[in-house]
T-cell receptor
Framework: AQKVTQAQTEISVVEKEDVTLDCVYETRDTTYYLFWYKQPPSGELVFLIR??????QNEISGRYSWNFQKSTSSFNFTITASQVVDSAVYFCALSANTGFQKRVFGTGTRLLVSP | GAGVSQTPSNKVTEKGKYVELRCDPISGHTALYWYRQSLGQGPEFLIYFQGTGAADDSGLPNDRFFAVRPEGSVSTLKIQRTERGDSAVYLCASSLRGFWDETQYFGPGTRLLVL
């Protein structure tokens, strides 16, 4: 069975602070994909990144960066110099080969960035 | 191009009534997914269509829930004899080919409230 844990329910920061959102996953498959989605107040899930289990390179996209560590089964997401527009709920998700098209989501982390 | 659209955006119904929720996927996407998101939770998989057929409906909670996609494009999620516990946001997503590792693009959801 697959499982995704986002232990941080809510994080509050002040604009320009860096913030890291944690994601820990469980799967018995050796082939899997990890995802991050952003859900702003409008409700639509916005895709941010996809990472496969064979690629442990960290990735940076503008102010966003992701740290994938198989040794700790973690796929953490860091926002550098946070902005008010970053306020949203962020979900980590997992798809594994034996899970086919079922994407398993964590419970989300609500990020509040105040001016 | 246009993203995934869902109608209605909000639906209020009374316990015991029948409801239909509609999803219009991204043009050309063969795979379509329904998820349910309860308050404070991540999306939960309900059903996956590949073309016109339901390839995996293992997430449907009981036989009151049914979904169709008769022409391989628009899908309708049908809920009979609604219960208060069915209140949630119902999300639809689509992907190009339905491969397990593909990015799924989400619609804005239908917020269902059963009184």
């Amino acid at each position: 069975a697959q499982k995704v844990t986002q232990a941080q329910t809510e994080i509050s920061v002040v604009e320009k602070e860096d913030v890291t959102l944690d994601c820990v996953y469980e799967t018995r498959d050796t082939t899997y994909y990890l995802f991050w989605y952003k859900q702003p107040p409008s409700g639509e899930l916005v895709f941010l990144i996809r990472r496969n289990s064979f690629d442990e390179q960290n990735e940076i996209s503008g102010r966003y960066s992701w740290n994938f560590q198989k040794s700790t089964s973690s796929f953490n997401f860091t926002i550098t110099a946070s902005q008010v527009v970053d306020s949203a709920v962020y979900f980590c998700a997992l798809s594994a080969n034996t899970g086919f098209q079922k994407r398993v989501f964590g419970t989300g982390t609500r990020l509040l960035v105040s001016p | 191009g246009a993203g995934v659209s869902q109608t209605p955006s909000n639906k209020v119904t009374e316990k015991g009534k029948y409801v239909e929720l509609r999803c219009d996927p991204i043009s050309g996407h063969t795979a379509l997914y329904w998820y349910r998101q309860s308050l404070g939770q991540g999306p939960e998989f309900l059903i996956y269509f590949q073309g016109t057929g339901a390839a995996d409906d293992s997430g449907l909670p009981n036989d009151r829930f049914f979904a169709v996609r008769p022409e391989g494009s628009v899908s309708t999620l049908k809920i009979q004899r609604t219960e208060r516990g069915d209140s949630a946001v119902y999300l639809c997503a689509s992907s190009l080919r339905g491969f397990w590792d593909e990015t799924q693009y989400f619609g804005p959801g239908t917020r269902l409230l059963v009184l």
